[in-house]
């Protein structure tokens, strides 16, 4: 008969988690070359993430686009392509979205001579209301202000992330009734004068011609 010691125990420890690794680098918008449009009233340009994930050769990076006063929020553990994390749903019901997915082959380090180094972020316009594309990188809806981080997922489990970008607002549109006319005032005014002089001038070389 054997006793109870010569069994297995069940393990009582508790599993173990993934912590995701929290890596020292702050997104921040195009600096360098400097950039016409580096911010619109709808997309805005971040400098690449190059030798920032150079320890996770397997993850997908992503971006996260936030509503700056959701970002603290934003649960990590949230999967790309869901209604979860829809651009089609964000700004209400999704305060924070997934987009722009790419792999440590798309930001290469050292960065090879020529290579474009920068993301649009709002760039696709052609997807925007396409709810087959969750992941879409569209138009952002308004001003903002936005945050925004890039964060490596190995399959579905959060393995690294970068702070959180400064707050981003966008270019905001002015309204017709807000736009100055005093400019095309001044204009219409001195075609006015012109018109005048130009009369009195030909009025006048009429008399002299008749004096003659």
Known sequence: ??????????????????ITAQLRYTPVLAQSPPLKGQTTTSTFVLDQPRCVFQDYGNADIWLVVALAPASSAFNNTAA???????FQRFPDPVRAYMTLNATLGSYPCPKPAGDITVLRVGSETSCAEDTTRPTCNGPLPGPGPYQVKFLALQGSE??????????????TAKSPSSISTT??????????????????????????????
């Open 1 to 18: 008969f054997r006793g109870c010691s010569g069994g297995s125990t069940p393990s009582t420890a508790p599993p173990r988690l993934l």
């Open 80 to 86: 790309p392509g869901t209604p979860e994390t829809a």
């Open 158 to 171: 959060p393995v690294a992330e970068t702070a959180w970008s400064g707050e981003i607002m966008l270019k």
């Open 183 to 212: 400019g095309s005032g001044h204009s219409a005014g001195m075609i006015a004068i012109t018109t005048i002089l130009s009369i009195l001038f030909a009025i006048l070389l009429a008399a002299l011609v008749a004096m003659l």
